[in-house]
């Protein structure tokens, strides 16, 4: 009875496989996991709009208002519109720049009539900072000077 004291080749094998594929799940969940946490943590929001705080200055003598953006979210230039009751232009072209850019706290555009925008603005005009971004299909109002009711 030799083969209760003896080992056969085939019970090696079979812990050896068992330990790979223990070896293998665990992997397999650990990254998993790892991709997950990422995932909900660490991406960023493309889904919402962006926050962010302007300022309107009505200059009387050039018919212009100059526009600051003051704080929060950086926010690509072509994503920015700055509207009136008749006249639109984006932030990219107000501003001068041959590319988009992000418009960041500090940044500042003049609209009139000498600029991309096009018509003077007067003290009892409207104009909106107007946030569009096509790719998540998302629209909003981020700032608006309603003339000398704003002041």
């Known amino acids: 009875m ?3 004291g ?9 812990v050896s496989e068992m330990t790979a594929v223990a070896t293998l799940v665990g992997l397999a969940v650990v990254l998993v996991l ?20 302007f300022t309107f200055r009505h200059i009387e003598q050039t018919s212009a208002l100059i526009i600051t953006h003051e704080d929060g979210d950086s926010i ?3 994503d920015l519109y700055v ?7 984006s932030w ?10 992000p418009v960041e706290p500090g940044d500042v555009v003049q609209v009139g009539e000498g600029g991309a925008y096009g018509a003077p603005v007067g003290p009892n ?5 107007i946030w569009r971004n096509e790719s998540v299909n ?11 009711a704003s002041r």
Do not use: H, Y
């Open 2 to 4: 030799e083969l209760s």
């Open 6 to 14: 003896t080992r056969s080749n085939t019970d090696e094998r079979g």
């Open 34 to 53: 790892g991709i997950g946490i990422n995932v909900f943590l660490f991406a960023p929001d493309a889904g919402g709009e962006p926050e962010a705080e």
């Open 76 to 78: 690509p230039s072509g």
């Open 83 to 89: 509207e009136g009751e008749d006249k639109s232009a």
């Open 92 to 101: 990219t072209a107000l501003a001068g720049w041959e590319d988009v850019q």
């Open 125 to 129: 005009d409207r104009v909106s900072v």
């Open 138 to 148: 998302g629209s909003a109002t981020l700032a608006q000077w309603n003339g000398d």
